[in-house]
């Protein structure tokens, strides 16, 4: 075959949803490892796997799904929208790629030991020990799950997802994406002072 043929085939490769789709499994696959090499627990150290780690718990961040589990589900809808917005000649299978590096990105940073010390020094998460690969794992599908919703919902009703899941995390918890963002970034005391029952 010669270059110019090799070069035809690479971009129809390029251009292939189940490539695109391969690439983003070879991602989450390569998140996972990397995560254990930095000596993530791979579940729970309690020994036991359940569906849910109740906050304020030792199981916090280390079950299946957590209250923290929404928040992901609207990584997933913001990043597609945010894809539309920007990369609309890209396809669908490739959006979702660059939205699975992004939040792949994001847990790997989420569980360096600088980023565990901010959440225990500017936000509510003062017991915060990262997450077990178990709940990692189970994020970054959320947001899959999330890319999709909003990629088959009519925009109202991803709008109405992203408000419940946000209102849902404020009254359950006294968190959520928005909240937690803000107090990463920006902490403020009266708010920190409100989420701890002050």
Do not use: K
Request: a negative charge.
């Amino acid at each position: 075959m010669d270059s110019a043929g090799a070069l035809c085939l690479s971009a129809g490769m390029i251009g292939d949803r189940r490539f695109a789709h391969f690439v983003t499994a070879a991602v989450v696959l390569a998140t996972v490892l990397i995560l254990l090499l930095m000596g993530r627990a791979p579940w729970c150290p309690c020994g036991h796997v359940d569906l849910w780690g109740t906050v304020g718990s030792e199981e916090a961040n280390m079950q299946l799904l957590d209250w923290y589990t929404p928040s992901h589900v609207l990584h997933g809808i913001l990043f597609y929208a945010a894809l539309w917005l920007t990369a609309r000649r890209i396809g669908v299978g490739w959006r979702l790629t660059i939205a699975t590096v992004l939040e792949c990105a994001w847990e790997i940073l989420e569980n360096t030991d600088a980023m565990i010390r901010r959440y225990r020094d500017a936000t509510v998460s003062v017991d915060y020990i990262g997450d077990s690969v178990l709940n990692s794992t189970s994020d970054i599908v959320a947001m899959l799950l999330g890319f999709g919703l909003a990629r088959l919902a009519p925009v109202p009703a991803s709008v109405a997802v992203v408000i419940g899941l946000e209102v849902l995390a404020v009254l359950a918890i006294r968190d959520g994406l928005t909240l937690n963002v803000l107090m990463v970034v920006w902490p403020v005391e009266s708010i920190r002072d409100w989420q701890m029952g002050g």
